[in-house]
């Protein structure tokens, strides 16, 4: 009887490693193993928020504030503009008061360049040009926590406005 039992438990156990094993690796394949063809289009944002160290959660912009373009021979556009920039008094963008201006430069954010898709899962894109200069010819690595063929959820370990930011985009069609 004991022979039988210790033989059942060790079946068990081989089974129950087997497919932890296949699921650790199912995983890690998911995240490292990213097809650059489903990147490629255009995505609207549906949410972006930011963790501060302290633990305090901000959404940066929300539905519809931006989109990026990813296309197939490595370039990309992202912007994000919030909704609620207020109207520049005077019309014209060149004679914004002091604070109208600081409004517009800290509700927005574009870039473009060139951009990689990594074998461990994370996006390099190089900034040729960005409304926030300090970007102009830096590398910015983006994790991707989850592509499908309509949601892409990013997360940036270090945004422009310190702390970490989370991202989630859908797919325009």
């Given at each position: 009887?004991?022979?039988?039992?210790?033989?059942?438990?060790?079946?068990?156990?081989?089974?129950?490693?087997?497919?932890?094993?296949?699921?650790?690796?199912?995983?890690?394949?998911?995240?490292?193993?990213?097809?650059?063809?489903?990147?490629?289009?255009?995505?609207?944002?549906?949410?972006a928020n930011v963790t501060y160290p302290d633990g305090k959660t901000v959404?940066?912009?929300?539905?519809?504030?931006?989109?990026?373009?990813?296309?197939?021979?490595?370039?990309?556009?992202?912007?994000?503009?919030?909704?609620d920039i207020p109207k520049i008094a005077s019309n014209n963008r060149n004679?914004?008061?002091?604070?109208?201006?600081?409004?517009?430069?800290?509700?927005?954010?574009?870039?473009?360049?060139?951009?990689?898709?990594?074998?461990?899962?994370?996006?390099?894109?190089?900034?040729?040009?960005?409304?926030?200069?300090?970007?102009?010819?830096?590398?910015?690595?983006?994790?991707?926590?989850?592509l499908t063929a309509d949601e892409l959820k990013l997360r940036d370990p270090?945004?422009?406005?310190?702390?970490?930011?989370?991202?989630?985009?859908?797919?325009?069609?």
């Open positions: 009887m004991n022979r039988i039992k210790m033989l059942s438990i060790t079946t068990m156990a081989i089974v129950y490693v087997g497919i932890a094993l296949t699921m650790t690796d199912a995983m890690a394949q998911g995240l490292s193993k990213i097809d650059k063809t489903k990147l490629v289009g255009s995505w609207a944002l549906v949410s959404q940066t912009f929300g539905p519809n504030d931006g989109f990026v373009v990813f296309e197939a021979n490595g370039r990309f556009v992202q912007a994000l503009l919030r909704s004679t914004g008061s002091p604070d109208e201006n600081k409004a517009v430069v800290q509700g927005s954010l574009v870039f473009f360049g060139t951009y990689t898709v990594n074998e461990d899962g994370s996006i390099t894109r190089r900034a040729e040009r960005s409304t926030f200069s300090n970007l102009n010819g830096t590398d910015r690595d983006t994790i991707i926590t989850s270090a945004p422009t406005i310190g702390g970490a930011a989370e991202q989630v985009w859908k797919r325009i069609r």
